[in-house]
């Protein structure tokens, strides 16, 4: 068998390369820690967003009402919840509409971040076997809804 020799050389590195290579690494972290430090400064309450929630309060019941059947001569009651959870306080108010036609109207009052009001409405009675109620919220005195829920009712 022959054998080979392997032959070893030193080869000097090139240090202005690797000078580059950590100069451009330094750079990247010096940007990342930058981007840590300042991103929490900037993020306050100038660019949170308020809103507010309008939901039924028993609607996830299973005897809430309306599961339930009601008789064409019945008022429906309907807990209504609203939920402000804007940045500065705001007035508001319900409005009930089906077909287009308005029914109730409820004025809420001025609500302050964090108010939780619960409202108990009732529709009145209906000669069609199922109805379609809107329930409009509408915030300071905008003429456009800011929230909206749609709910059916069956009748006997």
Do not use: M
């Not at 054998?3 to 390369?17: D, F, G, M």
């Not at 028993?58 to 804007?86: C, G, H, M």
């Amino acid at each position: 068998l022959a054998r080979k020799s392997i032959r070893w050389e030193l080869v000097q590195p090139n240090i202005a390369h690797i000078a580059k290579q950590h100069s451009r690494e330094a750079a990247l972290i010096a940007v990342f820690c930058g981007f840590i430090l300042i991103l929490p400064l900037t993020l306050n309450n100038d660019h949170k967003v308020g809103y507010s929630e309008l939901y039924i309060k028993e609607a996830s019941y299973q005897n809430s009402t309306w599961r339930k059947t009601y008789p064409a001569s019945a008022f429906v009651p309907l807990n209504v919840v609203i939920q402000d959870n804007e940045l500065e306080q705001a007035e508001f108010h319900l409005e009930v509409v089906k077909d287009g036609e308005f029914l109730i109207g409820v004025a809420i009052g001025t609500l302050s971040p964090g108010d939780i009001i619960s409202q108990e409405i009732f529709l009145p009675p209906s000669n069609t076997a199922s109805s379609n109620y809107e329930i409009l919220l509408f915030k300071n005195e905008s003429q456009t809804p800011y929230r909206s829920l749609s709910i059916w009712i069956r009748r006997q």
